[in-house]
């Protein structure tokens, strides 16, 4: 990760959204932050330039209907999804070398490892 890297938050929990964007920010990211599907959306809409990586905590479906809006518009994007239940992994997104799941709860040395992996140039 590197001050050139944007990463589209969609956090429904603001206290969650506001560690992880405090997190990236010391990681030398900008962060764009939204609370819902909607949120983000728009956000993606009105920014102008790349969005590298949509960092997603949201129901399956709500997250896999962002991926697949936002890759449209912004083309090469990467999404990291959290999720609180393994069973909840979206099966349809899993072979997409450019998206990963974490399971939470999650430590920030693997929360950046996933970050890191997922922008691994060749990916």
């Known amino acids: 990760m590197d001050i050139q890297t944007t990463v589209l938050l969609s956090i429904p929990q603001e206290a969650v959204r506001q560690q992880i964007s405090?997190?990236?920010?010391?990681a030398g990211c900008r962060t764009l932050a939204a609370a819902t599907e909607l949120e983000a959306m728009?956000?993606?809409?009105r920014h102008y330039g790349a969005i590298d990586v949509l960092l997603c905590d949201m129901p399956p479906y709500e997250g896999s209907r962002l991926v697949h809006a936002l890759g449209r518009q912004h083309p090469g994007l990467k999404a990291l999804l959290i999720c609180g239940d393994p069973e909840c992994i979206n099966?349809?997104?899993?072979p997409d070398p450019n998206v990963a799941f974490i399971e939470k709860p999650f430590a920030w040395r693997e929360f950046k490892h996933a970050l890191d992996t997922l922008l691994r140039p060749g990916r």
């Open 22 to 26: 405090e997190f990236l920010a010391d």
């Open 42 to 45: 728009g956000i993606a809409e």
């Open 91 to 94: 099966r349809e997104l899993l």
